[in-house]
Nanobody, 126 residues
């Protein structure tokens, strides 16, 4: 059974930082492009960041470029999202997603995602 489990969310003041993790099990992690999406109350889910199976290529939404960084450790079957310079508008549930051997733009398009995590709440206070 495939599981993607996010952790690291919480409450932080504007300007602060958080580090999210997505731990994967039940799949060959190194064959999946991984990504982060977020959904704020009353809004649609939106793409945040993606990283290819090798870790060589990343893609970010314009709204987080330069503030967020995604990395992965294939030996630990874990992907990370470092969130810096957080803003109140970053408040959302952050979920990780997996798509086998996909280009980052394909994952970002949110089509045919193979697996989703349950999400972790990030709340940024002003």
């Amino acid at each position: 059974q495939v599981q993607l489990v996010e952790s690291g969310g919480g409450l932080v003041q504007a300007g602060g930082s958080l580090r999210l993790s997505c731990a994967a099990s039940g799949l060959t992690f190194s064959t999946y492009t991984m990504g982060w999406f977020r959904q704020a109350p009353g809004k649609e889910r939106e793409f945040v960041a993606a990283i290819t199976w090798s870790g060589r290529t990343t893609l970010y939404a314009d709204s987080v470029e330069g503030r967020f960084t995604t990395t992965r450790d294939n030996a630990k079957n874990t992907m990370y999202l470092q969130l810096n310079s957080l803003k109140p508008e970053d408040t959302a549930v952050y979920s990780c997603a997996a798509k086998m051997y996909a280009a980052t733009r394909d994952l970002a398009a949110n089509r045919s995602i193979n697996y989703w995590g349950q999400g972790t709440q990030v709340t940024v206070s002003s």
